[in-house]
Each structure stands twice: as C-alpha cells, then as structure tokens.
C-alpha cells in the first residue's frame, strides 16, 4: 500500500555550498538524529559517516539528542525535505512510510507547509569525493574553526523546558489564579502533537507552566478533545476503544489544574469526518466529502444524537471539565457546510437547509449535552469563519447560555504604507478588534449572550519565533478597544503564543485596573524610573511594529519566521513559498496585497525602527533585571529577524537587476545580521522556537546559512 504521496517531477533545491549533497544530509542531522540513521540513510558504514562529518568541521564523536525524535522531527523533516528522498527521511527518523504519512496529514497541515508535493531528489548517498570536492571541503572546515573561533555555536535546543519540567523548587501551590472577572484560557507553549491524553510522557501542563499561569491570572488552559476518542463511538466501536484510558488522565489534568484554579477546556471540531470505508456500512450518514473523507451528516438524526450522548457522556466521566470551545466552521471536515461553499453544496439533505440553521444546530447540542451533565461547564461557540451573510441568523438560533466567541481582529481595515487591507485574523501590529467581531458582538449581546474575544497577546504569524513580541502600547490598545465593548473573556492564543510571559501579566492587569495604561504596568514592574524609560523604549518597538506591513499573505509566506535561516539562492528558485514551511525566494507572495516598493520600504521602517528601540533598551542600565533582559533579548530577535527580510529583499532584488555588488552587499550585510542572532540563541534556547513547527531552525542551521552566504557572495564577485 502506498501511504505517501509519490515524489513530483520538480527537481530539489540542492545547497550548492556543500561540496556533495551528502554532506548537507550530513550537517543537517548531525546531533538530532542517531549517526546510525544517517549512516543507513546515506548507505555508509558509521565509521565513514563520522570521518566524513569530522572533514565538514563538525565533531565526530558526536551523537544525537533523543529530544529531537521526539519533539523536533518537524524541524528534521523540513530541512531534508530538500536533500533526501522519502525513504531517507523514514530511516533519518527510525519510523515507516506509513507514520510519516500520517505526519504529513494530520500534524498541523505539514503536508501544506511543506508546499502541497515532495521534490525529486536524487540518490543522495555517501561517496567518496572527488579532488575537487575535497578542496572545497577543506575550505568549508576552515570557514567552521574561522567562525567557530569568534563565537560559540553549542547546540542549546529544548534548554528551556527544564525550568518547567524538572524546576528547582517543587511549584507552591500557594497561587491560585482568579475565577472572578471572566475567563482567560491559554495553550501550552511547549505541547506536542499527538494523543498527550494517551501518551501522558507527553503532558502539556506540568505543574510548574500551570502555576505561571495561575500567577499571571490565566484561569483556562486547552486541548484538542476528539470526540470519538472520548466518548463510545457506537457507529465504530473500535475508534473509541483507548477512551478510558484518556478519560483518566483528562480527569488527571482537571485535578492537578484544579489546585491552580485553572479549568481544563476542549477544543471541538465536531462531528469528525470518516474514511470511505466506514460509509459501506453506514450509507446514509454520508455527507460532503474533502480529499478521501466524509462528512457524518448533522442532518441525520442519528448523527446528532451522537453528538448529544457523547457530548453528555464526556462531561459526565470527565468530572470537572471546565467547558469546551467549538469550531464549527473550517478547520477540519465536520458539518456538512464546514468546508463547502453553501453554492456548491451537494448533500441533499444539507442543501434543503442554511448554513446558519446547520452551525447553530451543531452548536446547540454540543451545549445541550454539555450542560445535561454539568449545568456550569463553559460552551464557547466560537464564530470563526462563519459567513458575515449569515452569522447574524446563526447566533438568533443559538440556545441560552452559551459563549459567543469572535476572533478580535476579524474585518479590521487596515491602512499600511497607504495600502488597505482587512484582517481575518494574526495580528498585534494592527490592534483589533475588527469590525465583523464588533458586530457580532453587539448582536449577540442584545439577545443576552455573554461574549468571549480570541485574541494573541504574545505573538502571531507576524512573528512566531519568540516567546513574546514586547509592543505593550499595540496590546494595550487592543484590550483598552476590548474592554470599551465589554469583553470580559479571553482566549488568550491558538497554539502559538502560549509563554507564559510578562506580556500576560499586562493583560491581566488591564482587565482588572479600569484605568490601566502600558506606562502604568510598566513602573508596576519596573519601578517609576527604570518603567518610564522602558515605556519609552517599547513605544519605540511598538511604532516600528506598526510599519510590518500586514497581510495574513505576508504573515504566512514571507521570511520573517524562518528569517535567518532561509537560504539566498544565487539563480531564481522557481519554487513559490508555502504557508509557514519554505518562504524560497518569492516576494510576490511575500508582499501579498503592497507593491514591492512599498513593502520594502515598510519592512525597513520596522526593521530600523526596531533597531532603534534596541539601542533605548539598552541604554536602560540593570543588567541584573531579568524581565527586562526577556524584553531586550525579544526585541533584539525580532529586529534580526525583521532585517533579515530587509537583506532577502534586497538580495533578490539586485540578482534580478543583475547587480552582482547589491547582491554581495546585502549578503555581507545578512552575515552579520546571522552573527548576531547566534550570539542571542545562545542566550536564549527559546529564540526559533515555536509549539506547532517546532524549531525554525537549528543553530547549525544559521552556521549553515553562513556558509550558504559566504557561497552567493563568492558568486557576485566573480560577476563582478
Ligand atoms: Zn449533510
């Protein structure tokens, strides 16, 4: 059976600054996957592979860290997606066709990320190299010891996780976070993804994370529930077969976030669709279809008294179980409306019904089951993706006592640059809410509803690859607007954005202080002194924050999330960049809805202007201070970051003009823009790291882009 997508015709990028394309495979794995892995991958004895690794500079005695398997394999995925063939990836990860497979479909749309299709690669194994080769592999050694002479490039990948899972002090129990004031609910900066409800050495809570949250006033935490996994699956027994399993370590995680007073909520995306099969035996539940799925049709009445028990049946064992968010629209396939366009519906019972009369019925048993076993358990109807035609008809059908929950930014206009734009969603440097939100809102609250805001108070894919974006002027904005519409609930962040940072503290102190200002937080923390000169510093950050110019497009595709670490290629890629896997060297996609000029030049402002805020950072002398060390070390990456796409830009732009010095120039300036990041990596294992992509990159991965640089520059000189 074939559980892989067959490779594509479009030939791989090959990193032409390695000698051999082994040695890329080389570098790449060296310390994240077992050197007896890349041995077989490359069809060599693990003698000759650590020979080979020690002519590359790297250290030959080295093995790998087994952390990498187990919460970095996206990482390792995503940088041999180029440089090894599908049956090399599996043996790099000591797994089978069939679980990459899986990986690629179901952990969080790698499949996309990953561009939709796999390049061809060509027999990428171990040779021996000619004298050629060997001569440039001297020369990338030396350029290793050269750089490893000025700066230290030890791996400190996953450093941070020990201060939650194995924290010096047992965590006090002592804070408790309010359950007064409405809701605000978080996900795990750190989980993986999986069944952490089966497989419990994958906890996304331990003790210590849940009692930051407490004291930063974080009274929810999330996870996705699957229903069919929790509840009896009476159309196929067999799905829900581990459910006692994952009922007892949910009931595990109510009791131990309990003591926190953190309550425990679901994410629902229900009812889940089902393979083909399954429908041999059940006909007349089959609904809409997306890629080799099937809708389990809402219209059946069979279907919604499933939902119902099992709705009833969760909250009855899960005792204590806070409540659950539903997505009713998007994501995956549900209701029979939730990928398709009402126009192009075919489910005959569906198209007989509107798409508000469907959401609003899957809703409502949701919360009918919930509330039929636990009278207090939270039912977050969030609105997201709900049609604007219709969402207003939708909420009028809803039943009482639920949570009305819109994506704050959602329909913002936005004026970057003298360009407009509009939000659906994942911005801080354009503070929400959005006008669809607002509307929403206020419809609901006429009918008596209690409202919820989904918002992102640490980052988003504007900038994902540090803990916090420090721009309290832009969050304080956005949950001063907030609190002008009564919003008293938040769902604080999807899977990115989850830190437990200082920028939740803020948050927590604006919903509790009518008055609150950022300058007011600050000399809370800082003192009256050393906080004005850090209001100071962060206006700085913030304005130049506000230059990014926002596009969901830009957001995804462009390089400030990989930044560093993506390669400059010296001849037109032809790739397009995908959504948050390869950003390549498409700045059509990158500059989404801004003429290039434009973006470029907006780019600038937020990478000078963030520079700037760095050097008021710091001229704040208290070196001791260590929130202010987290703050200055954020908004350091963040501007190497942002300039990196400034250097990318302009490097694509001069090799189109053919100006071989532009294109030397912008990568010079890139090299010490990669220098600077190592340096901060090395402070901070966070920087690079996000839950839902893992690593952006490894700091092998900016020694490699170096190499990569010291390549495209060598090439522009000889043009020259
Ligand atoms: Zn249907």
Redesign the pocket.
């Known amino acids: 059976m074939n559980y892989l997508q067959p490779a594509s015709d479009k030939k791989a990028l090959s990193p032409a600054w390695f000698a051999a394309g082994f040695q890329a495979v080389i570098w790449r794995n060296w310390g994240l996957v077992p050197p007896k892995n890349i041995a077989a991958a490359l069809n060599c004895t693990e003698c000759r592979l650590r020979q080979s690794a020690a002519e590359l500079g790297l250290d030959p005695k080295a093995e790998a860290d087994p952390i990498w398997l187990k919460r970095g394999y996206l990482t390792i995925i995503r940088r041999n997606w180029h440089i090894a063939s599908y049956g090399q990836i599996t043996t790099l990860l000591g797994t089978d066709e069939k679980q990459l497979a899986f990986i690629l479909k179901e952990d969080d749309f790698m499949w996309a990320k990953m561009g939709g299709f796999k390049p061809s690669v060509e027999d990428n194994v171990h040779r021996e190299l000619t004298a050629e080769e060997k001569l440039k592999t001297g020369e990338i050694k030396e350029a290793v010891a050269r750089y490893g002479e000025q700066f230290d490039f030890g791996d400190n990948s996953f450093d941070f996780l020990d201060k939650f899972y194995n924290p010096q002090k047992s965590p006090e129990i002592a804070v408790l976070a309010a359950k007064e004031g409405g809701f605000r609910i978080a996900y795990s900066y750190f989980a993986v993804f999986g069944d952490p409800l089966l497989d419990e050495s994958l906890d996304p809570y331990p003790d210590e994370l849940l009692r930051q949250y407490a004291e930063l006033g974080v009274n929810g935490v999330w996870l996705q529930g699957i229903l069919y996994q929790l509840s009896d699956f009476a159309f196929d027994p067999e799905l829900s077969s581990d459910r006692e399993k994952r009922i007892s370590n949910l009931k595990k995680l109510i009791a131990r976030a309990a003591k926190y007073n953190i309550g425990v909520y679901l994410y629902m995306n229900e009812p889940r669709a089902m393979p083909k099969a399954f429908f041999d035996k059940h006909p007349q539940l089959k ?2 279809t997306e890629y080799d799925t099937f ?1 389990l ?4 009445p069979e279907v919604r008294e499933y939902l119902y028990g099992a709705m009833k049946q969760l909250f009855t064992e899960a005792e204590g179980l806070a409540g659950f968010i539903a997505i009713t629209m998007s994501e995956n396939l549900t ?3 939730s990928r398709v366009s009402p126009a192009h ?1 075919k ?5 007989a019904r509107t798409p508000a009369q ?1 959401v609003a019925e899957v809703n409502n048993i949701l919360a009918k089951g919930a509330h039929d076993a636990a009278p207090s358990a939270k039912a977050i109807s969030w609105t997201w993706a709900w049609g604007a035609d219709w969402a207003g008809e939708a909420v009028d059908m809803l039943s009482e006592g639920q949570i009305i929950q819109c994506t704050s930014e959602e329909g913002l206009i936005t004026d970057v640059g003298g360009v407009k734009g509009s939000v659906v969603d994942y911005t801080i440097s354009q503070p929400g809410p959005g006008e669809k939100s607002k509307s929403i809102w206020k419809h609901a609250a006429a009918r008596g509803f209690a409202l919820s805001a989904k918002v992102q108070i640490n980052n988003t894919w504007e900038l994902s690859n540090i803990p916090y974006i420090p721009a309290f002027d832009l969050i304080g904005a956005h949950i001063k607007n907030l609190k002008r519409h009564d919003i008293s609930n938040l769902q604080l962040c999807w899977t990115l954005g989850g830190y437990p940072s200082l920028n939740m503290r803020f948050v927590d102190y604006l919903m509790k202080t009518p008055e609150g200002t950022a300058a007011g937080f600050l000399k809370l923390i800082f003192g009256e002194q050393l906080g004005e000169k850090v209001h100071a510093a962060q206006r700085q950050f913030s304005e130049a924050f506000a230059d990014f110019p926002f596009d969901v497009g830009t957001a995804y595709t462009a390089p400030q999330n990989f930044g560093v670490m993506a390669p400059f290629y010296a001849q037109k890629t032809g790739y397009a960049a995908t959504m948050m896997g390869f950003p390549y060297d498409d700045i059509d996609s990158w500059r989404a809805i801004y003429p290039i000029g434009i973006y470029e030049s907006q780019m600038q402002k937020t990478a000078g202007g963030m520079e700037r805020a760095v050097c008021a950072f710091e001229k704040i002398e208290d070196e001791k201070n260590a929130a202010l060390w987290e703050i200055v070390t954020n908004a350091k990456a963040a501007a190497c970051h942002m300039r990196s796409v400034c250097n990318h830009t302009a490097y694509i732009r001069a090799r189109e003009a053919k100006d071989a010095a532009g294109a030397a120039k912008a990568a010079q300036d890139e090299k010490n823009n990669v220098i600077r990041l190592i340096k901060l990596r090395q402070t901070d294992s966070r920087i690079g790291f996000e839950a839902s992509n893992h690593y952006f990159y490894t700091v092998a991965d900016l020694v490699e882009k170096l190499l990569n640089l010291d390549f495209v520059i060598r090439g522009s000189l000889v043009e020259q």
Request: include cysteine.
């Open positions: 609904g809409e809708a049709c809402t219209s059946r209701n029979c409306y519906i489910c005959e019972r569906c198209k469907v």
